[in-house]
């Protein structure tokens, strides 16, 4: 019966810049509370696949659909019907935030748009968000410039987390963030997703991160999609040349430069 239908639903998306094609025939699922993730070397094509699902860009071909609804609508309705329900999260959320606002002025107004009510509620609203991603009342009254990076990026996913949404879309979201910081950035998002049951796609070249924090991937290459299944199960037995080839690149004790060197050119050539 009562099937569990995916929160997102991507088919056969095709972007193309001119005559370059840089997202070519990408489809995928993803299901209520799981996490995906997309891999893939610089210019395969992530952050524009990314793009097009939070609506920044438009595809060539092929669709979007959110809970069952199709994206894409240019209305303020339809716009903000889709903000609602998926949110995004880059590598340096820093040009996303008003440098005059305060942390927690920035977090209050998408609940204004949102859910709308009494400001007082919206204060509270604040305070319970900044505590669920681990940010102080100090951090809260803070300008942007003040925070740290690892802060910044708590503080950009309390603001998406206050809209409420179905499912984030993160791009490179930890990248930036040194080691240990990377961590607690992980472990909050499995949290919350443990919590409130969201959905993640995961975008990041580091198959460490993307090892921890996603269920099942897909690999890009130029485009294409050469790669999908359960996360651990694509790390372990590589399918593909060229996710063997993204594995071997992992720096390890016994890592063989020359023979990835070697691998690469041979990749390329095919
Ligand atoms: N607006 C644009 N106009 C022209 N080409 C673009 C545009 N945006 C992206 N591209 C090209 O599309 C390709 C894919 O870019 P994209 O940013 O999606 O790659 P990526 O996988 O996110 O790479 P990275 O890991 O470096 O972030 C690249 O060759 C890029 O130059
Ligand atoms: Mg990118």
Redesign the pocket.
């Given at each position: 019966m009562n099937q569990p239908q995916p929160v997102l639903a991507v088919s056969s998306l095709v972007?193309r810049?001119?005559s370059?094609t840089?997202?070519d025939d990408v489809s995928f699922e993803l299901m209520p509370g799981t996490s995906l993730g997309?891999v893939?070397?610089?210019?395969?094509?992530?952050?524009?696949?990314?793009?097009i699902l939070a609506g920044l860009?438009r595809p060539t071909s092929g669709t979007v659909t959110l809970e069952g609804r199709a994206v894409g609508g240019r209305s303020r309705r339809d716009r903000l019907w889709q903000a609602g329900r998926l949110q995004m999260i880059f590598?340096d959320p820093y040009g996303s935030f008003d440098p005059r606002r305060t942390i927690a002025q920035s977090i209050a107004e998408p609940l204004r748009l949102h859910a709308p009510g009494p400001a007082e509620r919206h204060r509270a609203r604040v305070a319970e968000l900044l505590d669920q991603v681990g940010l102080s009342t100090r951090a809260g009254e803070a300008l942007p410039r003040d925070l740290s990076g690892g802060q910044r990026q708590r503080a950009a996913i309390a603001r998406a987390l206050g809209i409420a949404p179905r499912v984030l879309v993160l791009?490179?979201a930890v990248a930036a963030l040194d080691v240990s910081i990377q961590a607690q950035i992980l472990t909050l998002l499995d949290e919350l997703r443990r919590e409130t049951g969201i959905s993640y796609v995961f975008?990041s070249?580091d198959l460490a991160v993307v090892r921890y924090i996603t269920d099942t991937a897909v690999v890009?290459r130029h485009?294409r999609i050469v790669e999908r299944g359960g996360t651990e199960q694509i790390l372990r037995s590589p399918q593909h040349p060229y996710t063997r080839l993204l594995l071997d690149s992992i720096p390890s004790p016994d890592w063989d430069l020359e023979r990835v060197a070697r691998d690469r050119r041979a990749l390329d050539a095919r």
């Amino acid at each position: 019966m009562n099937q569990p239908q995916p929160v997102l639903a991507v088919s056969s998306l095709v972007k193309r810049f001119g005559s370059f094609t840089a997202v070519d025939d990408v489809s995928f699922e993803l299901m209520p509370g799981t996490s995906l993730g997309i891999v893939g070397e610089s210019g395969s094509g992530k952050t524009t696949t990314a793009r097009i699902l939070a609506g920044l860009e438009r595809p060539t071909s092929g669709t979007v659909t959110l809970e069952g609804r199709a994206v894409g609508g240019r209305s303020r309705r339809d716009r903000l019907w889709q903000a609602g329900r998926l949110q995004m999260i880059f590598q340096d959320p820093y040009g996303s935030f008003d440098p005059r606002r305060t942390i927690a002025q920035s977090i209050a107004e998408p609940l204004r748009l949102h859910a709308p009510g009494p400001a007082e509620r919206h204060r509270a609203r604040v305070a319970e968000l900044l505590d669920q991603v681990g940010l102080s009342t100090r951090a809260g009254e803070a300008l942007p410039r003040d925070l740290s990076g690892g802060q910044r990026q708590r503080a950009a996913i309390a603001r998406a987390l206050g809209i409420a949404p179905r499912v984030l879309v993160l791009d490179e979201a930890v990248a930036a963030l040194d080691v240990s910081i990377q961590a607690q950035i992980l472990t909050l998002l499995d949290e919350l997703r443990r919590e409130t049951g969201i959905s993640y796609v995961f975008v990041s070249h580091d198959l460490a991160v993307v090892r921890y924090i996603t269920d099942t991937a897909v690999v890009m290459r130029h485009g294409r999609i050469v790669e999908r299944g359960g996360t651990e199960q694509i790390l372990r037995s590589p399918q593909h040349p060229y996710t063997r080839l993204l594995l071997d690149s992992i720096p390890s004790p016994d890592w063989d430069l020359e023979r990835v060197a070697r691998d690469r050119r041979a990749l390329d050539a095919r």
